[in-house]
Nanobody, 123 residues
Framework: QLQLVESGGGLVQPGGSLRLSCTPS???????IGWFRHVPGKERVGVAC????????KYADSVKGRFTVSGDNAKNTVYLQMNALKPEDSGTYFC?????????????????WGQGTQVTVPS
């Protein structure tokens, strides 16, 4: 059974950093991983996505230069390093997985989802 478990969320002051982790289990080879942010009343937004090989990465414009997505095959974990955090980065962050051809970092392309981890950056 495929599962995705996120961790690393929390409360951080503006300008601070957090590192989120996504650990999949039961995930076949060739799956791409995405990080998405959800704020109540709004759609889930793709923040960063990385292809199964790690060769392709996409970021939302709002996080470019501040966030970095990476994978550690030895630990079977995908990370989202978030620096220079802003209040508008607050939300529930979900890790998601999909198979198939590498494409857009959008919610509807991803099939499997974790439970999410909360990130709060107070204004």
């Amino acid at each position: 059974q495929l599962q995705l478990v996120e961790s690393g969320g929390g409360l951080v002051q503006p300008g601070g950093s957090l590192r989120l982790s996504c650990t999949p289990s039961g995930l076949p080879l060739g799956y791409h991983i995405g990080w998405f942010r959800h704020v109540p009343g709004k759609e889930r937004v793709g923040v960063a996505c990385i292809s199964s090989s790690g060769a392709n990465i996409k970021y939302a414009d709002s996080v470019k230069g501040r966030f970095t997505v990476s994978g550690d095959n030895a630990k079977n974990t995908v990370y989202l390093q978030m620096n220079a955090l802003k209040p508008e980065d607050s939300g529930t962050y979900f890790c998601a997985a999909r198979a198939g051809v590498w494409s857009d970092c959008v919610e509807e392309k991803y099939s499997y989802w974790g439970q999410g981890t909360q990130v709060t950056v107070p204004s």
